[in-house]
């Protein structure tokens, strides 16, 4: 909840430079704005625009006198000269006859603190200047001492005052023209018009307003719980969908981990068939070697025998190198043969995997309440 103060505070700060409204305007989402700032945020507008508030973005239009033809926000303006008032309640204000007849006579070291007020001369007295003004041949002046509760009745009796007579205050209020209008405004603008003493309308206005307010505190309960259950639900479903993604993402890693499972399966047996094909390769590569081995042998032996060896040297080892050639000659090696196997890998349809479901559906329905 607001404090008074703040509220205060709130209405009279401009939202546009942030410091205390300056001739304030009033839009017709009731919004105040210093002048000189919505001339600025509206520097490309022109009259019969359409421009939004800066706030609710409200639209209104340009009138034709450009921003200067916005109604003066005098409810605003009011509290900004009672935040003035009491912002200068403790400052020293100086006698201002006191200052006027200094710089007459260029005496300006001892001008003493304002402490009256004449409300009927609007001055600010010492002690001193302010006797003569209570005893006056034409009626003593309302003279009363100076400090922040005289500036704010000030305030309130200038909010008072007739916006077409200055001297006036206002009295009536015009029921035709919906505005506070004094005495002379009643007899000649509004003489035939529907008028009702200010303090009069002032209480049936007041009634409405507090229904009004009371409406409008209903329907800020209802939107505020609606935001409270927007922003639940939205949490919500954000848990929600986090887990989902967990789970998303558990099912790829499983179906990746069973694929990953299989694939070591097919390459291990493919890995098998490799080594047992290895193997018998290097076999028969090593029995053909050996055969060659001791067939060149045989036949290095045999060809240094015949062109080096003596007939003694033949006759001595003829039956031996015959029964040996017989021996190479029957050891079949041809027979012996490298047979691979006979191996082919067929894969699975990846278009068809594709177009399966693997992980799961997603499935979105929107909420909506019956009669929408």
């Known amino acids: 909840m607001s404090t008074e103060k703040s509220v205060t505070e709130d209405l009279t700060t401009c939202t546009i430079c942030l410091n205390l409204c300056d001739n304030p305007k009033s839009l017709p989402c009731i919004h105040g704005f210093c002048l000189k700032c919505l001339q600025g945020y509206f520097k490309d507008k022109h009259p019969g625009d359409k421009a939004p508030c800066p706030i609710c973005r409200k639209e209104f239009q340009i009138p034709p006198e450009e921003l200067d033809g916005l109604p003066h926000h005098f409810f605003v303006q009011q509290l ?6 009491s912002t200068t309640e403790s400052e020293e204000v100086l006698c201002e006859v006191c200052t006027v007849c200094s710089e007459e006579s260029e005496d300006s070291d001892k001008i003493p603190v304002a402490s009256m007020y004449c409300i009927d001369c609007s001055q600010k007295l010492c002690q001193q200047c302010s006797r003569p003004h209570k005893k006056l041949r034409g009626g003593a002046h309302q003279v009363t001492p100076l400090g922040v509760e005289v500036e704010q009745e000030l305030i309130h009796l200038r909010a008072s005052l007739c916006d077409k007579h200055k001297e006036e205050q206002v009295k009536l209020y015009c029921r035709d023209c919906d505005e506070n209008i004094c005495l002379m405004c009643s007899a000649v603008k509004h003489r035939h018009h529907n008028s009702v003493e200010i303090p009069e309308a002032a209480d049936n206005f007041r009634s409405r307003i507090y229904d009004d307010s009371t409406m409008i505190q209903l329907a800020v309960n209802g939107v505020r ?3 409270r259950e927007a922003k639940q639900s939205a ?6 969908v986090e887990n989902m993604m967990k789970q998303v993402r558990a099912t790829a890693n499983e179906i990746k981990r069973s694929v990953d499972d299989q694939e070591s399966v097919v390459i291990k047996e493919l890995e098998l068939v490799t080594h047992e094909s290895e193997k018998q390769a290097v076999g028969v590569e090593g029995t053909c070697q050996l055969a060659l081995m001791s067939m060149e042998s045989f036949q290095r032996y045999s060809r240094e025998l015949l062109e080096k060896g003596r007939p003694s040297d033949i006759t001595r080892a003829a039956c031996q190198l015959h029964d040996r050639a017989t021996e190479l000659l029957n050891n079949d090696v041809t027979a012996v043969k490298y047979h691979p196997p006979h191996v082919t890998f067929t894969p699975v349809d990846v278009t068809q995997i594709r177009g399966l ?5 997603v499935t979105v329905a929107t909420k909506t309440k019956p009669g929408n």
């Open 80 to 85: 900004v000269d009672v935040r003035k008032a």
């Open 225 to 227: 719980q609606q935001s």
């Open 357 to 361: 479901n693997l992980i799961g559906k």
């Open 235 to 240: 949490d919500e479903l954000s848990i929600k």
